[in-house]
């Protein structure tokens, strides 16, 4: 079975990343923080070019003004974004998108997703506790926010509906904030559903975990380049054992997380009954990836990796807020093991 891209997802991986080296290199990203002093300022030339361009739509149904394809699609968009450190919305427009298509009422589609997949509202999705979240990314600029509960009940709530505080987060290329709503807001139509939890959960966590592949790959290959030209002693570090080593782990770590992705997402197109499980996988592979490797980035890039001036920081402060988004890794081993327990029994009392 060949699980690779088809022609047509090069094309759409090619494109993506020429745009994004194009319009949105680290020197871009670092004019917009530095033009918009607020904690999470958007390109707003680039996301207006990205909507325009379909990008936010690009896994909502044509029904509903999107492109209609699938979460792979999706998934190679969330990776290229992530490489870029993009300052846009648009995972959690996706984010919020899967969910209210898989489980909201027709009522709710209609009046949510075409505003979604056009980029005319920004989305934004978040566990919630007892209608709170403490940290909801694009949640300072959303129109439509999606909390899910640990029971996998999930609501709508707008602005005006709940109280939504700007918080400062360590990554600058994305607003967040904190929802407070309480039980205000409208429940989706599709409560929770078993050991499945919420209808496109999954499909958001494969969007979040392919970002963050994007950003090990980026910080992974600006890393081995360093340590290629970075001499001590007249040697390159990446001669010394130690070092290579490390770059062997980042490796490790990253095709890692890749892998899983890309299975959890080749599941929400093709195998639905797996995709709780995948996504589970998906997303503890890929917090703890983000993590570790852009950790390494930063102390490989020796004293300058700490610096404004450098470029990998921006990968690490991306990785530390995705890492968190939706639960970390031990809460998906958790649910992982969960899932897989419950397959278990349900065989053996078969």
Known sequence: MDFGFTDDQRDIQRTARDLLAERSSFARVRETIESDRRSGATDEALWKELCELGWPGIAISEEHGGQGLGTIELAILCEELGRAVAAVPLLGSAMAAC???????QEQRE????GLASGETVGA??????GTAELV???AEAGVIVLVEDDGSARIVTPDQAEVSPVQAIDPTRSAARVAAGDAGEALGSSAEGEHGCPGLGRALVAVSSELVGVCERALQMTVEYVKERKQFGVPVGAYQAVSHRCAQMLLDTEKARS????????????????AEAAAMAKAAAS???????TSAIQMHGGI???????VH?????AQIDSVLLGGASRHRARLAQLLAERVSATATA
Request: aromatic share 10%; hydrophobic share 45%.
């Open 99 to 105: 969910v209210i298509e898989q489980a909201g009422t």
């Open 111 to 114: 009046r949510w997703l075409p």
């Open 125 to 130: 999705l978040a566990s919630a506790v007892d």
């Open 137 to 139: 990314v694009s949640g």
């Open 260 to 275: 899983a992705s890309a299975q959890a997402a080749w599941s929400a197109d093709a195998n639905p009954e797996g995709l």
């Open 288 to 294: 703890d990836a983000g993590r570790d490797v852009t």
């Open 305 to 311: 990796g700490f610096t404004w001036e450098a470029d």
């Open 314 to 318: 921006w990968l690490y402060k991306r």
